[in-house]
């Protein structure tokens, strides 16, 4: 028994008939039939049968196919280790992606690239069901699948998950829903659509938001490249599916706006080998590509890029003293964490963030929110229920509530919210339901 023939045994298993293992490893079907039959003779066990015109394994066969794919993955470390002594010359590594996620993860692997392994990039956009194919030309292959989609054929492929990527409304900063926060399915029946060819994924996704809405979008223009949608997207009126993290974004002119009563998403997902995963080049390239989507997502966390607020700096008299307090506090309104350091910390939610620091020129040794300058800070807090658990919850943690006598409307009638401050003089305001606007009351 030989190394090739254990490759037959490990690719009949996945192929299924002799002709197509022959086509794959560029070889008559005859060898193939020939290398079977001596096989066969060696081990005196029957290893296929036919079905039709498919070759079926035995138990045996499988046994010996699964064993097959275990000897090419020590092949690959033992290949692998050479290489590591002599500084991994010659190792090269495959990948291959389609075009939104290429751009916006594979320049990345160059700016690394100096000392690693030598990088062979392909573009392939292909139908979800055929990216598993590619596998036996790249080591990596990075594909995408809607979250309706059949799942990878895992017990042939290794599959590790970059991102879930949400679509979101793609449209000039100059439209009339350019400054929402969200927009439902409905407001956008009456719209102008830049809509991908039939069968991709975000033509796909804008069906789903049509069936959302209930009637059947206009589509101006069937666009597949989204540097061409978001020029023309910038020109007029149009809008267009736009996946949050990967699509282009340069132009300042151009805005994603989440929908808020229909979620699609897209998996972006890296699919191999295992065998392919055991070399150190490969391994070393896919965690590349996950420090890569993740500061994608860090970039990227919200989907609205246009005119905004990009962060608040609060200067605290003595932070130690007053981290916790305020770590509670972002935490129960969805901040999260992103840095620390002895003097401070940043919080992040939908692209702003808060920073809490100390410094050496303070004027003054305490905080007065009466005096001119900024009053006190306003986050959204989702439900009415999860407002009220904040501002019940207060007390506890630092934050005593201000205007209880006038709790939840002391904004107006239509506006949910509790104000709160804490022991060093800041005052917050906790908003229920995002887009409900009423009347505000004078800031005391």
Do not use: C
């Given at each position: 028994?030989?190394?090739?023939?254990?490759?037959?045994?490990?690719?009949?298993?996945?192929?299924?008939?002799?002709?197509?293992?022959?086509?794959?490893?560029h070889?008559?079907?005859?060898?193939?039939?020939?290398?079977?039959?001596?096989?066969?003779?060696?081990?005196?066990?029957?290893?296929?049968?036919?079905?039709?015109?498919?070759?079926?394994?035995?138990?045996?066969?499988m046994?010996?196919?699964?064993?097959?794919?275990?000897?090419?993955?020590?092949?690959?470390?033992?290949?692998?280790?050479?290489?590591?002594?002599?500084?991994?010359?010659?190792?090269r590594?495959?990948?291959?992606?389609?075009?939104?996620?290429?751009q916006?993860?594979?320049?990345?692997?160059?700016?690394d690239?100096?000392?690693g392994?030598?990088?062979?990039?392909?573009?392939h956009?292909?139908?979800?069901?055929?990216?598993?194919?590619?596998?036996?030309?790249?080591?990596?292959?990075?594909?995408?699948?809607?979250?309706?989609?059949?799942?990878?054929?895992?017990?042939q492929l290794?599959?590790?998950?970059?991102?879930?990527?949400?679509?979101?409304?793609?449209?000039s900063?100059?439209h009339?829903?350019?400054?929402?926060?969200?927009?439902?399915?409905?407001?956008?029946?009456?719209?102008?659509?830049?809509?991908?060819?039939?069968?991709?994924?975000?033509?796909?996704?804008?069906?789903v938001?049509?069936?959302?809405?209930?009637?059947r979008?206009?589509?101006?223009?069937?666009?597949?490249?989204?540097?061409?949608?978001?020029?023309?997207?910038?020109?007029?009126?149009?809008?267009?599916?736009?996946?949050?993290?990967?699509?282009?974004?340069?132009?300042?002119?151009l805005?994603?706006?989440?929908?808020?009563?229909?979620?699609?998403?897209?998996?972006?997902?890296?699919?191999?080998?295992?065998?392919?995963?055991?070399r150190?080049?490969?391994a070393?390239?896919?965690?590349?590509?996950?420090?890569?989507?993740?500061?994608?997502?860090?970039?990227?966390?919200?989907?609205?890029?246009g005119?905004?607020?990009?962060?608040?700096?609060?200067?605290?008299?003595?932070?130690?003293?007053?981290?916790?307090?305020?770590?509670?506090?972002?935490?129960?309104?969805?901040?999260?964490?992103?840095?620390?350091?002895?003097?401070?910390?940043?919080?992040?939610?939908g692209?702003?963030?808060v920073?809490?620091?100390?410094?050496?020129?303070?004027?003054?040794?305490?905080?007065?929110?009466?005096?001119?300058?900024?009053?006190?800070?306003?986050?959204?807090?989702?439900?009415?229920?999860?407002v009220?658990?904040?501002?019940?919850?207060?007390?506890?943690?630092?934050?005593?509530p201000?205007?209880?006598?006038?709790?939840?409307?002391?904004?107006?009638?239509?506006?949910?919210?509790?104000?709160?401050?804490?022991?060093?003089?800041?005052?917050?305001?906790?908003?229920?339901?995002?887009?409900?606007?009423?009347?505000?009351?004078?800031?005391?």
């Amino acid at each position: 028994m030989n190394l090739s023939q254990m490759r037959i045994m490990r690719e009949l298993a996945e192929r299924g008939t002799i002709a197509a293992v022959a086509r794959h490893l560029h070889v008559t079907a005859p060898a193939i039939s020939q290398q079977l039959a001596a096989l066969h003779r060696e081990l005196g066990v029957a290893l296929t049968y036919r079905v039709g015109r498919e070759i079926r394994l035995t138990e045996a066969g499988m046994a010996l196919a699964e064993m097959a794919g275990t000897v090419h993955t020590l092949i690959d470390r033992a290949a692998e280790t050479v290489r590591e002594y002599g500084g991994d010359i010659g190792a090269r590594v495959r990948v291959a992606a389609f075009q939104s996620a290429g751009q916006a993860l594979l320049p990345g692997l160059l700016e690394d690239a100096e000392g690693g392994p030598s990088l062979v990039f392909g573009e392939h956009d292909v139908a979800q069901p055929e990216f598993a194919e590619l596998v036996d030309q790249y080591d990596l292959i990075i594909a995408h699948r809607m979250d309706h989609d059949e799942p990878w054929p895992s017990e042939q492929l290794s599959v590790t998950t970059l991102l879930s990527e949400p679509f979101d409304v793609a449209m000039s900063v100059d439209h009339p829903l350019a400054r929402r926060s969200s927009v439902s399915a409905a407001e956008l029946a009456d719209e102008s659509w830049i809509a991908a060819h039939a069968g991709f994924a975000p033509d796909v996704a804008l069906g789903v938001v049509e069936a959302t809405a209930g009637v059947r979008f206009h589509r101006a223009h069937r666009v597949n490249d989204y540097h061409l949608a978001a020029s023309l997207i910038v020109s007029g009126e149009l809008l267009a599916l736009f996946p949050r993290y990967t699509a282009p974004r340069a132009d300042p002119r151009l805005v994603l706006v989440p929908l808020e009563d229909v979620r699609i998403a897209r998996n972006i997902d890296v699919l191999a080998r295992p065998h392919a995963l055991a070399r150190v080049a490969v391994a070393g390239t896919l965690e590349q590509l996950q420090d890569g989507a993740d500061a994608l997502q860090r970039e990227r966390p919200s989907a609205l890029v246009g005119p905004g607020l990009h962060h608040v700096e609060v200067w605290l008299a003595d932070v130690e003293a007053e981290r916790a307090s305020w770590a509670w506090l972002l935490s129960g309104v969805g901040f999260s964490q992103e840095s620390e350091w002895p003097g401070g910390e940043s919080w992040e939610a939908g692209g702003t963030y808060v920073s809490l620091t100390a410094s050496p020129n303070l004027s003054a040794e305490s905080h007065d929110r009466r005096r001119p300058g900024v009053n006190h800070l306003a986050f959204r807090g989702g439900t009415r229920e999860a407002v009220d658990a904040i501002m019940a919850a207060g007390p506890e943690r630092g934050w005593r509530p201000l205007y209880q006598d006038r709790y939840p409307h002391a904004g107006g009638e239509q506006h949910y919210a509790g104000w709160l401050e804490n022991e060093a003089g800041f005052k917050v305001e906790v908003v229920a339901d995002p887009g409900l606007n009423g009347s505000r009351a004078d800031d005391v």
